[in-house]
């Protein structure tokens, strides 16, 4: 289908002003990296989301979800079709012992929300830099926590644009997994349970926790965070340091000196050289310990057409 008939029938949903043609993606990642998505629409109704995701569905086009994109590398050659972002969905609200937030929320907000509210149970969060979509998507954790621990249930739209609530033991959460993208769902809200607690505890453990964080990563450059998950056994960021890795640059990317776990985008970098140092890290690491470096951080997207 070409992109004029795209974009009309995009308009008989959103607003045109939730709809951005030839949009660069590397706005819209933590990496600053990104082609142009053909589409970027930012919807702020459930139902217009169902609509888009329906549109979508009948007309067979394709269709990418992002969060804040603080997990994600976009190729340079960006995305075809419709990119959804649900920036615009971003409510918290509390409700006794239940906090509930739209998936475009950042999950640091949501953690504040629940101390503000004597809630304990998100204080691992306080320092995980994406949405409550995506934290919920691949089971964010950190400190000791992961978002298994306190979810409840979700409302997703699924793959054919229906409100569904899944509940959070059928979603088969584990280390950095869920089933939400092989149900082809996509994450409108989170439920979390807590616990009530006393105000100065909660906020001296993520006061703490946040110090931790700014303390040791590299946070003054453009980054996904943690670009590995932790090996068996292992710490990413101790083999990676081990091989003496730590400063070396292909093109703007550089493996930090702060934190090995880490890469940065120090010059400008394209997605074509953050990702082959990615696979450097990962072939001198097998190379030298025997140890395959799994990738947490989602690669998307297309290569530039020479």
Request: some cysteine.
């Amino acid at each position: 289908m070409e992109n004029a008939v795209i974009y009309n029938h995009l308009l008989t949903i959103l607003d045109e002003k939730h709809i951005a043609r030839d949009e660069y993606l590397k706005k819209h990642t933590y990496t600053k990296l990104g082609g142009k998505a053909d589409f970027f629409v930012t919807p702020n109704r459930y139902e217009d989301v169902q609509k888009v995701v329906k549109l979508c569905h009948e007309q067979r086009i394709p269709l990418t979800l992002i969060g804040n994109g603080s997990n994600l590398i976009v190729r340079d050659g960006g995305i075809r079709g419709v990119v959804l972002s649900l920036a615009n969905l971003n409510k918290i609200t509390t409700d006794g012992t239940r906090v509930v937030a739209e998936s475009g929320a950042a999950i640091i907000e949501t953690s504040r929300k629940a101390l503000a509210a004597k809630l304990s149970g998100l204080e691992f969060a306080c320092g995980i830099p994406g949405t409550v979509g995506g934290a919920v998507f691949m089971n964010a954790g950190a400190y000791g926590g992961e978002i298994k621990d306190v979810l409840e249930s979700i409302l997703v739209v699924d793959k054919h644009g229906d409100l569904v609530k899944r509940e959070a033991k059928d979603l088969d959460l584990a280390y950095r997994h869920s089933n939400i993208s092989e149900n082809g769902d996509i994450v409108l809200s989170a439920t979390f349970q807590l616990k009530e607690g006393n105000y100065d505890e909660i906020k001296a453990i993520m006061d703490d926790l946040t110090f931790k964080r700014e303390s040791k990563q590299p946070l003054e450059y453009p980054s996904c965070g943690s670009v590995f998950k932790r090996p068996p056994g292992y710490f990413a960021g101790k083999l990676i340091q081990d091989s003496d890795l730590q400063g070396t640059r292909i093109g703007g990317a550089e493996v930090s000196k702060k934190h090995a776990g880490f890469i940065v985008n120090v010059d400008n970098a394209s997605a074509t050289e953050y990702i082959s140092l990615i696979q450097h890290v990962q072939k001198t690491v097998k190379e030298k310990f025997g140890v395959a470096l799994e990738r947490e951080v989602r690669i998307i997207g297309e290569e530039i057409e020479e």
